[in-house]
Antibody, heavy 119, light 110 residues
Framework: QVQLVESGGGLVKPGGSLRLSCAAS????????MSWIRQAPGKGLEWVSY????????YYADSVKGRFTISRDNAKNSLYLQMNSLRAEDTAVYYC????????????WGQGTTVTVSS | SSELTQDPAVSVALGQTVRITCQGD??????ASWYQQKPGQAPVLVIY???NRPSGIPDRFSGSSSGNTASLTITGAQAEDEADYYC?????????????FGGGTKLTVL
């Protein structure tokens, strides 16, 4: 079945780094745009970044631009999010999602991985 | 970035019809998608495009749009529809290829 599984979350100090991974299965990963979305505790959804199927097109939310880097390895059916210079406000559950382009609808979601930034 | 505005909370009696709205300038140019999120779970896509339902989504869920407002309608709300609902669309501001989510609407089924 179509599945996305995130990993790599954890507790990190302010200013630290973390790399999230998302393993895809059950569909042709290289055909799809992919995205990261986060949700702070008790808050709504916030789009973080997306990457085109080939990796040639990438966009970021202003809140993470210059600190986060999205990438993918189509040979490994994997999506990544490198997070640097982490701040307390980056604390959230991070979801990876498959993007139904051009509708910009996220039609498959992972279960999420929790990132906590605290000293 | 542009914004999408949703009412924080809406309630509906069991079996009745409820409309959840999403307002924003980007909706004049782009369709909204709608997501249902229950506590402790990942969001689920329920409507995308003009009025498309992914496989497995009941036909009591429908979408529409007019001007700068997109709407999600649940016709004959069920107890299991109680959840948070989010809209999203393209960001129509300077970051034209970005994405924006609404703040979410908590639906209570009475």
């Amino acid at each position: 079945q179509v599945q996305l599984v995130e990993s790599g979350g954890g507790l990190v100090k302010p200013g630290g780094s973390l790399r999230l991974s998302c393993a895809a299965s059950g569909f042709t990963f290289s055909d799809y745009y992919m995205s990261w979305i986060r949700q702070a505790p008790g808050k709504g959804l916030e789009w973080v970044s997306y990457i085109s199927s080939s990796g040639s097109t990438i966009y970021y939310a202003d809140s993470v631009k210059g600190r986060f880097t999205i990438s993918r390895d189509n040979a490994k059916n994997s999506l990544y999010l490198q997070m640097n210079s982490l701040r307390a406000e980056d604390t959230a559950v991070y979801y990876c999602a498959r993007v139904n382009w051009p509708y910009i609808s996220m039609d498959v979601w992972g279960q999420g991985t929790t990132v906590t930034v605290s000293s | 970035s542009s914004e999408l505005t949703q009412d924080p909370a809406v309630s509906v009696a069991l079996g009745q019809t409820v409309r959840i709205t999403c307002q924003g300038d980007s909706l004049r140019s782009y369709y909204a998608s709608w997501y249902q999120q229950k506590p402790g779970q990942a969001p689920v896509l329920v409507i995308y495009g003009k009025n498309n339902r992914p496989s497995g989504i009941p036909d009591r869920f429908s979408g529409s749009s007019s001007g700068n407002t997109a709407s999600l309608t649940i016709t004959g709300a069920q107890a299991e529809d109680e959840a948070d609902y989010y809209c999203n669309s393209r960001d129509s501001s300077g970051n034209h290829l970005g994405v924006v989510f609404g703040g979410g609407t908590k639906l209570t089924v009475l």
